[in-house]
């Protein structure tokens, strides 16, 4: 089982400022099976990247993905209030498919 | 926009059975795999299970495996998750996903609402 481990666990800024997420896996994903998504509270998740760096469908570009192999990185350039919420990163290439435990972006 | 529908949910005792539904619309449902994704109260993400388009295809989280059933009716643009010997663990908000494509390598890019399971006597 790959195992995604992301960090921070919480993340405290302020608007205006860059997030950056981390994401690493216990071993090598492929770049077209790693997605990020967003989750606020009482909302279903979105998604924000798909393929590592992709921007999903009307999603900002303020949203960024990067990273390959076993580190993976979700940024965000410059934080808008409707951004604080809470960041998963997915594999779905490798069975069980699993999800990282989440970053919470707090606001500061 | 794809709209998803997930029904079903409720109370039940330990042992018990429920069956999932998730309505489709907007969307060619019988081209794309689906999941089901659970998320258990103030927990992360976890995923249940996936079915390929034609439903010939299936597969399990080993936490429900020889329990839960994943099934679809692509004449009815619906796809079910029939839960057997429930448990207090299985206690969630179960998602509803369509994957971005046939295969099971994508990862999701549309999601229902939840439908809440809660298991307990």
């Known amino acids: 089982e790959i195992v995604l481990t992301q960090s921070p666990g919480t993340m405290s800024l302020s608007p205006g400022e860059r997030a950056t997420l981390s994401c690493r896996a216990s071993?090598?994903?492929?770049?077209?099976?790693l997605a990020w998504y967003q989750q606020k509270p009482g909302q279903a998740p979105r998604l924000l990247i798909y393929?590592?760096?992709t921007r999903a469908t009307g999603i900002p570009d303020r949203f960024s993905g990067s990273g390959s192999g076993t580190d993976f990185t979700l940024t965000i350039s410059r934080l808008e209030p409707e951004d604080f919420a809470v960041y998963y990163c997915?594999?779905?290439?490798?069975?069980?498919?699993?999800f990282g435990q989440g970053t919470r972006l707090e606001i500061k | 926009e794809v709209q998803l529908l997930e029904s079903g949910g409720g109370l039940v005792q330990p042992g018990g059975s429920l069956r999932l539904s998730c309505a489709a619309s907007?969307?060619?449902?019988?081209?794309?795999?689906m999941s089901w994704v659970r998320q258990a109260p103030g927990k992360g993400l976890e995923w249940v299970s996936t079915?390929?388009?034609?439903?010939?295809?299936?597969y399990y989280a080993d936490s429900v495996k020889g329990r839960f059933t994943i099934f679809r009716d692509n004449s009815k643009n619906t796809l079910y998750l029939q839960m057997n010997s429930l448990r207090a663990e299985d206690t969630a908000l179960y998602y509803c996903?369509?994957?971005?494509?046939?295969?099971?390598?994508?990862?999701?890019?549309?999601w229902g609402q939840g439908t809440l399971v809660t298991v307990s006597s």
């Open positions: 907007r969307f060619t449902f019988s081209s794309y795999a």
């Open positions: 393929g590592a760096f």
């Open positions: 997915h594999q779905c290439g490798s069975s069980p498919i699993t």
């Open positions: 071993q090598s994903v492929s770049s077209s099976s």
């Open positions: 079915i390929r388009p034609t439903g010939a295809y299936t």
């Open positions: 996903a369509k994957l971005r494509g046939s295969g099971v390598s994508e990862c999701p890019d549309y």
